[in-house]
Structures are given as structure tokens and as C-alpha cells.
């Protein structure tokens, strides 16, 4: 799962800067994406370690920050969409689509994440 989470983590700061650049460098906060994917590879490397201690400690915070960033983007997506309309004004619709980029990126990278969890686990008892 360490290889996987470089993967999203990847997706997410090419997502972070597309987003940050396809504005005209105006929105700092178009960034996110690529802060929780340079904090989610640095945690990923963490994690290709040979010590299944470790290796279980940093994905554990890896999916936890997945579960955080979901949330976070799933939310706010909701949020300024709902807002935007009940103003009567048009959403940031570049936003909306980073956001619900990342939501979905996310919700993917925490239920692989959650499948291979479980996986383990029940090799671990069939053994």
C-alpha cells in the first residue's frame, strides 16, 4: 500500500498545482491537494519500511489524513456550492471541481486503503 499512497499522493499535488495554475497563481488555497500529497508521500516512503510496526504506523496515519482531506474537500464542496446558490451568485466552478477532484481521490485511496487492512488481517488469521 506504500507504492499506492506515492500514487494518490502524486495525483494529488499534480492536482494541487494544475489547480493553483490554471487560476493564474491568484488562489493559494487551490494548493491543498498538493500539501496533503507531500505530507501523504512523505508518510508513504515512511511506511516502505521492513519493520511491519512501522510500516503499520505510518499507513495507519496515512489513511487517517485520506479519511481528514475527504471530509475536508467533500464538505466544503457541499458547502460553497450551497452557499454560492442560496446568494444567487455562481460557484467558483474550478474550486468545485478541485474539491470533488480530491473528495473522490481521497474516498478511493481511504476504502483501498480499508480493503487492504482488512485483507491482511484475515491472512494473518487464517495463518
Known sequence: MAKTTIIFAVLLIALG???YFYTGSQFPTALIPMWFGLVMALFGFLAMSPSES??????????????IGFLGAAITAVH???????????PNYIALTSQLIMAALLLNYVV????????????????
Open 17 to 19: 498545482l494544475a489547480g
Open 80 to 90: 460553497r456550492y450551497g452557499t454560492a446558490r442560496s446568494e444567487g451568485v455562481e
Open 112 to 127: 483501498l486503503c480499508v480493503k487492504s487492512f482488512i485483507d491482511v488481517r484475515r491472512a494473518r488469521e487464517l495463518n
Open 54 to 67: 512501522r510500516r503499520k504506523l505510518f499507513m495507519h496515519i496515512n489513511v487517517t489524513i485520506g479519511l
